[in-house]
């Protein structure tokens, strides 16, 4: 069966600081891999997408992850975060073909502090 | 181009009542998608709908809940007769094309409370 799996709940980083929110997947077959980012009060919002080529994604607000299949990862990282980029983070992942369902992962709540 | 429109935002109710969310999904997209979030159970997916057609209702928690596309820009999600667990923030998100490209449009949510 499919799952994603978000490896920490909390992470608490200070401002331009640099940050990882690690994400692994596991599947039998091969999938699209996301990270969706939910500001307080508002809904999820698209941040970058792994559909196929190369493996480094670049997404919006400085974002990047990086697709890892023999590790099943696609671990978010940021060289420098700021105050604005507090909010939670999914990681989701989709089987190729036909209807599949989005597996959302239990969110990373990402803290910057001043 | 306006996004995904949820109402209403917030809805307190009392134990038995019916509600009712609505949905307005981006023009063009032909997919749809209820999802319910809550702390212990995460976001989940409730029902998807192609074409208005429900594809995959297989997360709708029970009898209680039923939801409808009557047209391409309309849905709704009713709880008939609602109870306390059903608490959560209820989203609407919509999509161009299939379901397996995983880039959905979420709205802002519906925030329910059952006392």
């Known amino acids: 069966a499919q799952s994603v799996t978000q490896l920490d709940s909390q992470v608490p980083v200070f401002e331009e600081a640099p940050v990882e929110l690690r994400c692994n997947y596991s599947s039998s077959v091969s999938v699209y891999l996301f990270w969706y980012v939910q500001y307080p009060n508002q809904g999820l919002q698209l941040l970058l997408k792994?559909?196929?080529?190369?493996?480094l994604v670049k997404g919006i607000n400085g974002f990047e992850a990086e697709f890892n299949k023999s590790q099943t990862s696609f671990h978010l990282r940021k060289p420098s975060v700021h105050i604005s980029d507090t909010a939670e983070y999914f990681c989701a992942a989709i089987q190729y073909g036909g209807y599949n369902k989005l597996i959302f992962g239990a969110g990373t709540r990402l803290a910057v502090h001043p | 181009d306006a996004g995904v429109i949820q109402s209403p935002r917030h809805e307190v109710t009392e134990m038995g009542q019916e509600v009712t969310l609505r949905c307005k999904p981006i023009?063009?997209?032909?997919?749809l998608f209820w999802y319910r979030q809550t702390m212990m159970r995460g976001l989940e997916l409730l029902i998807y709908?192609?074409?208005?057609?429900?594809?995959?209702d297989s997360g709708m928690p029970e009898d209680r809940f039923s939801a409808k596309m009557p047209n391409a820009s309309f849905s709704t999600l009713k709880i008939q007769p609602s109870e306390p667990r059903d608490s959560a923030v209820y989203f609407c998100?919509?999509?161009?094309?299939?379901?397996?490209?995983?880039?959905?449009?979420f709205g802002e949510g519906s925030r329910l409370t059952v006392l």
């Open positions: 023009s063009g997209h032909n997919s």
């Open positions: 709908f192609n074409n208005n057609v429900p594809i995959d």
């Open positions: 998100a919509s999509s161009l094309r299939e379901a397996n490209t995983g880039e959905l449009f």
């Open positions: 792994y559909l196929s080529g190369s493996t």
